[in-house]
């Protein structure tokens, strides 16, 4: 069975950055694709980017400035970083398996911006 | 981009009713429609994918219809774990976005 955890820091400050992995176990993540999609308070949920088994990354155009998903084989861990966060960037974020549809996701870490 | 609209925003139902949600695109998303299942503090759920192929292990009391830019949801006899927020997404053309929610709530 495939399970993915995201683990991190629940509260950022504005500005910083906001860094979270997410650990994945019975898949490798060496192999198909791996995502980052978040759910804020006012808004629907919003796919954020992700990162294939070669390393390419495809990122929301709305973030690609300030956003970077890298990946680590040999813990099977993938990461997300999000520069200059603000108030707007407080959501639960959620790791998933998939490009486009996703069939395996984390139960959503709560990320917090606030000073 | 295209926008989804889910309608109603919320549903209340009784354990044994059928439920129908409807998800609108903005343009037409062939059938590359997906409906999800989020509660909180668990792991979001995908229920149906390519407009109506239910996902493995998903309750055959759920099903997926439609094609272009509207789609439903049913679920056949409500029960008691079926409360939840069910999301549509489309992912047309390397593009993805997803409906506003459906908080489905138990009378």
């Known amino acids: 069975q495939v399970q993915l955890q995201e683990s991190g820091p629940g509260l950022v400050k504005p500005s910083e950055t906001l860094s979270l992995t997410c650990t994945v176990s019975?898949?490798?993540?060496?192999?198909?694709?791996w995502s980052w999609i978040r759910k804020s308070p006012e808004k629907t949920l919003e796919w954020v980017g992700y990162i294939d088994g070669s390393g390419a990354t495809n990122y929301n155009p709305s973030l690609m400035s300030r956003v970077t998903i890298s990946a680590d084989t040999s813990k099977n861990q993938f990461s997300l970083r999000l520069r200059s966060v603000t108030a707007a960037d407080t959501a639960v974020y959620y790791c998933?398996?998939?490009?486009?549809?996703?069939?395996?996701w984390g139960q959503g870490t709560l990320v917090s911006v606030s000073s | 981009d295209i926008q989804m609209t889910q309608s109603p925003s919320t549903l209340s139902a009784s354990v044994g009713d059928r439920v129908t949600i409807t998800c609108r695109a903005s343009q037409s998303v062939s059938r590359w429609l997906a409906w999800y299942q989020l509660k909180p503090g668990t792991a979001p759920k995908l229920l149906i994918y390519k407009a109506s192929t239910l996902e493995s292990g998903v309750p055959s009391r759920f099903s997926g219809s439609g094609s272009g830019t509207e789609f439903t949801l049913t679920i056949n006899s409500l029960q008691p774990d079926d409360i939840a927020t069910y999301y549509c997404q489309q992912y047309n053309s390397f593009s993805q976005s997803f409906g506003q929610g459906t908080k489905l709530e138990i009378k």
């Open positions: 019975g898949d490798s993540i060496s192999s198909y694709f």
């Open positions: 998933a398996r998939g490009q486009l549809v996703y069939d395996y």
